[in-house]
């Protein structure tokens, strides 16, 4: 029997433990560890609440939770509640799956200012992670800020965009609906340091912020280089091009109709952000692009901005005993491998890039790599304790572990207080998740 541990029940968690049972079948055991008692990682507090169709992704993940050979052990922090050696002495097999769960900070003057966030936070407020619920953000100004040109920045510009009717059928949690509903936000502005050529968002999400109820996309001709020169770039970014051309050719008339206005500000670098205890304008620097590099040209201008998310990407939590690579902000490893029996998978290995289902070559690539190390003899011999280890462990402990059983508790709790169409209301501490769970 090989018994696997991993920690984190996000995609690249359950993706890994798929793979497991496909490799060994009956002889393989899978703990799935996570610090919250609710699983799915980045499915639950990641994804936007207005995508459920990707949303959908967790009822592949729950028929392996099903199976007799995997379990979900939820409540229980790695790194605190046991340590990674200890998880070692236990386990053939230890795979960190935690993501990447911090945001990265832009380093600049005024950024501790209140009503700035990154967007682990402000993702995590309106999708209900216990971290975040009490985050409170101020919406009562006209200005908002989103920097960054990825596929968070489109999220967070369309979440604040909405109207309430356009949350119908989401599961964004009541906290946020109704500060959503109350806000005073006119303007969206989007910061992206480079050009229209080189933005991160994929064409399905760019093409979402032209069809919203109040809002409308504002994309100056001016920053679009020749239309000849999108025949040179990849097929997904020549289509989000040809989205934001489409946003230049709105006509005034009808941005007029609309009452928000969100704005794609390019070639604009921000430097500081200024304001008396909470942030109200951001000085931002022209850039050039050269060589596919962001030039400042000395230019600079202010811009309103009574709230600021930072959409610039992730780094993962560093654990105790496990070697990090501090410059790429993700575990030292090479090609999953950190040290012997102890592996990454996931945005904890390769940082914050792809979609959902770029985790699962990287689940099934991480097996085959186990798989070799168990054919070299590297590991699989000790004839480890696996769950029960851990189950003696943790009784000794007294941890309050949540099975996937009482996780369905939970789900059952959740879509039983949903709103009116709405798929679940979500708990958003964990007090009362385990309540739910008893
Ligand atoms: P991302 O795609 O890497 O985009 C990060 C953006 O931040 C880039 O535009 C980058 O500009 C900018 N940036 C970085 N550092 C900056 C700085 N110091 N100042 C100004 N701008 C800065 O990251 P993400 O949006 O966080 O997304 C993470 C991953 O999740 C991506 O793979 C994304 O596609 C995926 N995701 C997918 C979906 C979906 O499919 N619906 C939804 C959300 C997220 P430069 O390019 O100039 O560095």
Redesign the pocket.
């Known amino acids: 029997m090989r018994h696997i541990a991993i920690i984190g029940s996000g995609p690249a968690g359950y993706y890994t433990a798929e793979a497991a049972q496909k490799q060994w079948g009956d002889d393989v055991r899978v703990d799935i560890f996570d610090k919250l008692p609710v699983p799915y990682g980045l499915i639950r507090t990641g994804?936007?609440p207005d995508?459920q169709s990707?949303k959908g992704v967790s009822r592949r993940y729950e028929k392996t939770a099903l199976t007799e050979n995997v379990r979900f052990v939820g409540n229980v922090s790695v790194g605190s509640d046991i340590t990674i050696p200890e998880l070692q002495q236990l386990y053939d097999a230890v795979v960190l799956a935690t993501g990447a769960p911090n945001d990265?900070q832009?380093g600049l003057p005024g950024e501790d200012l209140g009503n700035v966030f990154g967007?682990a936070s402000f993702v995590g407020w309106y999708n209900g992670h216990p971290q975040f619920a009490d985050l409170n953000p101020d919406l009562g100004g006209r200005h908002a800020v989103v920097?960054?040109?990825?596929?968070?920045?489109?999220?967070v510009a369309r979440i604040l965009a909405k109207t309430e009717q356009e949350f119908a059928g989401s599961d964004i949690v009541k906290h946020a609906l109704d500060a959503l509903a109350a806000s005073n936000i006119e303007k969206i502005t989007i910061?992206?340091?480079?050009g229209p050529h080189?933005?991160?968002m994929?064409p399905k999400?760019l093409g979402e912020l032209g069809n919203l109820m109040r809002a409308s996309p504002r994309v100056d001709r001016d920053d679009l280089p020749e239309e000849a020169d999108d025949a040179l770039l990849e097929p997904g970014l020549r289509k989000s091009v040809t989205h934001l051309r489409s946003f230049a050719a709105i006509p005034e008339d009808m941005h007029a109709e609309k009452a928000i206005e969100v704005e794609f500000d390019f070639f604009a670098?921000?430097t500081a952000m200024s304001g008396e205890g909470s942030v109200k304008t951001i000085e931002v620097e022209r850039t050039v692009v050269e060589k596919g590099r962001?030039v400042g040209s000395g230019e600079t201008y202010t811009i309103p901005a009574e709230i600021v998310v930072a959409?610039?990407?992730?780094r993962t939590s560093p654990i105790p005993d496990v070697p990090f690579d501090e410059r790429a902000g993700r575990f030292a490893n090479d090609e999953g491998r950190i040290l012997t029996g102890l592996y990454c998978v996931g945005w904890a290995r390769r940082g914050?890039?792809?979609?959902i289902g770029t985790n699962r070559p990287d689940g099934y690539g991480l097996i085959e790599k186990i798989v070799e190390d168990m054919d070299n003899g590297l590991l699989g011999r000790a004839g480890k304790s696996g769950r029960e280890g851990f189950d003696a462990l943790a009784t000794d402990r007294k941890l309050d572990v949540v099975t996937f059983q009482d996780w369905k508790k939970i789900e059952e709790a959740e879509a039983a207080a949903a709103r009116d169409g709405a798929p679940r209301e979500k708990f958003v501490d964990v007090e009362a998740m385990i309540k739910a769970s008893q």
């Open positions: 994804v936007a995508h990707i990265r832009l967007s920097i960054g040109m990825g596929n968070v920045a489109l999220d910061l992206g340091r480079r080189q933005i991160m994929t999400e670098n921000p962001a959409c610039i990407g992730y914050p890039s792809g979609t």
